[in-house]
């Protein structure tokens, strides 16, 4: 199986203890606080986090920031329950009604290296100070023999102060009124000597009324195929075992399967679910498989939650009595056939032995004995407003851009051409467009420097076709220079939707909709196709009007396209989704270059406890750097099929950037691959609610290409030359240790350059970004 590092449940609390307790153990007096030490001599902090702290005479004052926690750790590992202590009790005085998180960091052994977080929900405060007494069995699945920590965050009022006195181990008393927040899953997988200590918001399992639980709806190819996991945001994977796994065919929320031969596998992993609590009969799903087709089903479970460990039952689709005609059929999975399984702990669905490509649809587990369908709601996405208001005509004669006559230059005598990979027919005066990837662009240029356009403002740019309009056109705008020599080349362009103005054989857009410098025009851009289906272009031309009755959409909203920053003097470093393993030095780097910069998270990762990135995020936040937006699975925005299926990347996103970074909405967006379009520019401005930045870069450290090689310096040259060209707009990854392993020194280049190193929203003059 795909090689994930997966946390099951932690070891339930000891069943007796082997000493009475006879008087509380003190965590923390808070009289040693102003040298980070609590009063079993290991290490306390609020890391900062906190606008106010300060101890004195017992008490621990603080008003928190948004984010804000403090922490006690132990560097010897407490075997609390052994030792007959029964929980954490603590003083507390908060604002009236108010609230916050209490974590355990428990080990399944003290001689264990990671730490599983557990939560309970403190509310209803009284406006005094009083007592709280948490059991060890209020942290559901926690194991009060191996403790290693507790964190307080969450709080309900950040402009309040609070405090905390006489922290300790106690021997009796009952459980806070407040119900706990349990969590069925470990909350990190890190190792006690680089642990994060910030708390990662916990979730339950739903007890109670059964309900039809999702395991996946194949609406993301990315998050099938590049981050690996399922809907519940669980691990599956073919492994590599098959020839393709394909989202969205042959239709919405399916998946085609391919296998190589008999010996492929596709796996999606549960958790380690409770299927008897809610009572599911069993797993549903359509299927559509050629006549004569086969393959097996086998359900794992596990005793003690661990995939590697586990107690497997299959059965063939001829044992299920499931036969395929090659149309789409409901078929069940019902757990009454898999006798010896365990269906209180399932871990892993587990397909093989396939003997031909089949397609499935959802993939659900379904409530009582009695099979039923998953049915994925949908909503249509509206599409931008369109006016029939009559199109003024421009002043300007026509300008004839292309004709296709050659294949080596325009009409106007500069070259056209394409991205490699693009295949380009010319033909008869005409241009024969088709590209599988939408990052690739057709490019024809105004002239060899900077195009004077503004005479054009009232004109409309024409393209006569025949076949697809499923792309994007663009019109580009020069540096400020008008030197291609120098970065960033072109400076911006803005995008139109060439469906939207499409209508026999022809588009018509406004100059007017195209808002870039229309003084430093460079050239006009065929991009972001979003189907394989081929174009056929006649003409590229400016006009002054349009035929009668032509009708003409209002622009869409498309946000600005940031190549580099806008600040005089200025150069930001904006980084990429990373590897936790790797995130307390890049931390630990730019706090002693003493930089603040931009980090782009993607959205599905932190929902995901096993990875620890909500906690790498937070740490993140409360250090004073920016966190941005970075879609929810990774795709190619540009590339998705749809108006819903774009919309269902950017909202996922931004719903679980606020729910996990402390409510953190943000118009700033970084495309993943740097693909761009007017449909995700256009969706992302209607799912941010206001005008957003999207992020690109001048300067490409190029770790995707050195960071594995065996030349990672090449980093380094790829840098500089960025530098030397005038980039200050920085795109990299922590994902590679020789990538972290030269920050210093890029920061350093940077520094050299004279510039003022700061966060994306600064170096854009964002009014709304903290102060230098």
């Given at each position: 199986m795909h090689a994930f590092t997966l946390i099951g449940l932690a070891a339930g609390l000891a069943s007796g203890v082997s000493a009475a307790c006879s008087a509380a153990l003190k965590i923390d007096d808070f009289s040693k606080w102003s040298s980070n030490t609590n009063s079993l001599g290991s290490y306390t902090s609020d890391d900062g986090s906190m606008s106010k702290i300060s101890a004195s005479g017992g008490v621990l004052s603080f008003t928190p920031k948004s984010g804000a926690y403090f922490y006690e750790s132990f560097d010897t590992c407490q075997a609390a329950s052994s030792n007959g202590y029964s929980g954490i009790s603590f003083s507390v005085k908060g604002p009236s009604g108010g609230s916050f998180t209490?974590?355990?960091?428990?080990?399944?052994?003290?001689?264990?290296?990671?730490?599983?977080?557990?939560?309970?929900?403190?509310?209803?405060?009284?406006?005094?100070?009083?007592?709280?007494?948490?059991?060890?069995?209020?942290?559901?699945?926690?194991?009060?023999?191996?403790?290693?920590?507790?964190?307080?965050?969450?709080?309900?009022?950040?402009?309040?102060?609070?405090?905390?006195?006489?922290?300790?181990?106690?021997?009796?008393?009952?459980?806070?009124?407040?119900?706990?927040?349990?969590?069925?899953?470990?909350?990190?997988?890190?190792?006690?000597?680089?642990?994060?200590?910030?708390?990662?918001?916990?979730?339950?399992?739903?007890?109670?009324?059964?309900?039809?639980?999702?395991?996946?709806?194949?609406?993301?190819?990315?998050?099938?195929?590049?981050?690996?996991?399922?809907?519940?945001?669980?691990?599956?994977?073919?492994?590599?075992?098959?020839?393709?796994?394909?989202?969205?065919?042959?239709?919405?929320?399916?998946?085609?399967?391919?296998?190589?031969?008999?010996?492929?596998?596709?796996?999606?992993?549960?958790?380690?679910?409770?299927?008897?609590?809610?009572?599911?009969?069993?797993?549903?799903?359509?299927?559509?498989?050629?006549?004569?087709?086969?393959?097996?089903?086998?359900?794992?479970?596990?005793?003690?939650?661990?995939?590697?460990?586990?107690?497997?039952?299959?059965?063939?689709?001829?044992?299920?009595?499931?036969?395929?005609?090659?149309?789409?059929?409901?078929?069940?999975?019902?757990?009454?056939?898999?006798t010896g399984l365990d269906t209180s702990k399932l871990v892993t669905i587990f397909m093989t032995g396939f003997t031909k490509a089949v397609s499935f649809g959802p993939m659900a587990?379904?409530?009582?004995?009695?099979?039923?369908?998953?049915?994925?709601?949908?909503?249509?996405?509206?599409?931008?407003?369109?006016?029939?208001?009559?199109?003024?005509?421009?002043?300007?004669?026509?300008?004839?851009?292309?004709?296709?006559?050659?294949?080596?230059?325009?009409?106007?005598?500069?070259?056209?051409?394409?991205?490699d990979g693009l295949t380009m027919t010319y033909a008869s005066n005409k241009l024969t467009l088709k590209s599988t990837d939408a990052d690739y662009s057709y490019y024809t240029q105004l002239g060899s420097g900077c195009t004077d356009l503004t005479k054009y403002k009232g004109s409309y740019l024409h393209i006569a076709y025949s076949g697809t309009v499923a792309f994007t056109v663009a019109l580009q705008q020069h540096n400020s220079q008008c030197n291609e020599n120098i970065a960033p080349y072109p400076e911006t362009w803005d995008s139109a939707e060439a469906s939207r103005y499409a209508k026999n054989g022809h588009i018509y857009i406004p100059i007017s909709h195209f808002n870039i410098n229309l003084v430093r025009a460079v050239g006009i851009a065929i991009k972001g196709f979003y189907k394989t289906d081929p174009v056929t272009l006649s003409v590229v031309e400016i006009v002054p009007s349009v035929p009668s009755g032509t009708i003409i959409p209002n622009k869409d909203e498309t946000g600005t396209l940031a190549f580099a920053c806008t600040r005089p003097n200025s150069f930001a470093f904006a980084i990429d989704d990373g590897s936790p393993e790797y995130a307390q030095e890049v931390l630990k780097i730019i706090r002693e270059e003493d930089i603040k910069v931009t980090f782009f998270t993607v959205g599905a990762p932190l929902l995901d406890e096993s990875t620890n990135l909500t906690n790498v995020y937070r740490e993140m936040q409360a250090a004073g750097h920016q966190i941005a937006l970075h879609s929810y699975t990774h795709p190619k925005m540009e590339g998705l099929p749809d108006y819903e299926s774009i919309d269902w990347e950017y909202n996922e996103d931004i719903k679980t950037v606020e729910k996990q970074l402390n409510g953190l909405h943000t118009p700033y967006f970084r495309p993943p691959f740097g693909t761009e379009g007017a449909r995700m520019r256009s969706r992302l401005s209607n799912s941010v609610g206001t005008t957003p930045t999207i992020t690109m870069w001048s300067v490409d450290v190029e770790d995707w290409l050195w960071a594995e090689s065996d030349t990672p310096e090449q980093q380094l040259t790829a840098f500089q030359r960025d530098v030397d060209k005038g980039g200050n707009l920085v795109v990299m990854h922590y994902l590679y240790p020789s990538t972290v392993g030269y920050l210093k020194q890029f920061i350093q280049i940077a520094k050299a350059s004279g510039k003022q190193l700061m966060r994306v929203d600064q170096c854009m003059q964002d009014p709304n970004a903290p102060a230098l």
């Open positions: 209490l974590e355990i960091q428990t080990k399944t052994a003290c001689s264990a290296t990671a730490y599983s977080s557990y939560y309970y929900g403190v509310s209803g405060l009284t406006g005094s100070t009083q007592t709280i007494t948490v059991p060890f069995s209020s942290f559901s699945g926690a194991n009060g023999n191996a403790v290693t920590g507790f964190v307080w965050s969450g709080f309900s009022s950040n402009a309040a102060g609070w405090q905390v006195s006489n922290v300790q181990f106690g021997c009796g008393g009952s459980a806070a009124t407040t119900k706990a927040a349990s969590s069925t899953k470990a909350a990190s997988t890190l190792s006690t000597a680089t642990r994060s200590t910030l708390v990662t918001s916990a979730t339950s399992q739903a007890t109670g009324t059964c309900a039809p639980l999702l395991i996946d709806d194949w609406v993301s190819q990315s998050r099938l195929t590049f981050l690996f996991y399922n809907a519940m945001l669980e691990p599956t994977s073919d492994d590599a075992s098959m020839t393709s796994l394909v989202v969205g065919t042959p239709a919405k929320n399916r998946v085609t399967i391919t296998p190589k031969d008999t010996s492929s596998y596709f796996y999606s992993q549960v958790g380690c679910l409770d299927a008897k609590t809610p009572s599911y009969g069993g797993i549903s799903l359509r299927i559509k498989a050629p006549a004569g087709s086969t393959f097996a089903i086998q359900l794992e479970s596990s005793s003690t939650c661990d995939v590697g460990k586990t107690t497997q039952v299959s059965k063939t689709t001829t044992e299920l009595g499931w036969t395929f005609d090659g149309t789409e059929k409901l078929y069940t999975v019902p757990f009454s056939k898999y587990f379904y409530c009582g004995t009695t099979g039923s369908e998953y049915i994925v709601s949908t909503t249509s996405a509206p599409a931008g407003p369109s006016s029939t208001v009559a199109a003024p005509s421009g002043t300007a004669s026509a300008l004839v851009v292309d004709k296709f006559a050659s294949a080596d230059s325009n009409a106007l005598g500069f070259w056209h051409g394409g991205d």
